[in-house]
């Protein structure tokens, strides 16, 4: 059975930093590309950030970029996203998912197709 699992959401300030985490079970890092993703209240999910092919492929939202960084542990079958520099407009749940022998680019920001989908953590940055 495939799983994946988020944790390390919570509620910071502005400009504070949050890592989370995205540990998988039941799929290889090293086959799939694992894409975070967050959804507002009263907004569409939008992509934020994709890895794959063991870092070799990683891309980022506008948004983000220059503020937060995505990793992998493959020994722990797990992804990180780590977020500095904070934003009242990065207040969302944040989902982690997978797809399968692709690799990372533009294309993951508004894509609806990923094979799997962990349950999401939630991530509140108060002004």
């Known amino acids: 059975e495939v799983q994946l699992v988020e944790s390390g959401g919570g509620l910071v300030q502005a400009g504070g930093s949050l890592r989370l985490s995205c540990a998988a079970s039941?799929?290889?890092?090293?086959?799939?590309?694992i894409g975070w993703f967050r959804q507002a209240p009263g907004k569409e999910r939008e992509g934020v950030s994709c890895i794959s092919y063991s870092d070799s492929r990683i891309a980022y939202a506008d948004s983000v970029k220059g503020r937060f960084t995505i990793s992998t542990d493959n020994a722990k079958n797990t992804v990180h996203l780590q977020m500095n520099s904070l934003r009242p407009e990065d207040t969302a749940v944040y989902y982690c998912?997978?797809?399968?022998?692709?690799?990372?680019?533009?294309?993951?920001?508004?894509?609806?197709?990923?094979?799997?989908w962990g349950k999401g953590t939630r991530v509140t940055v108060s002004s």
């Open positions: 039941g799929l290889t890092f090293d086959d799939y590309a």
């Open positions: 998912a997978a797809l399968g022998h692709v690799a990372c680019g533009a294309w993951f920001i508004d894509y609806d197709g990923m094979d799997y």
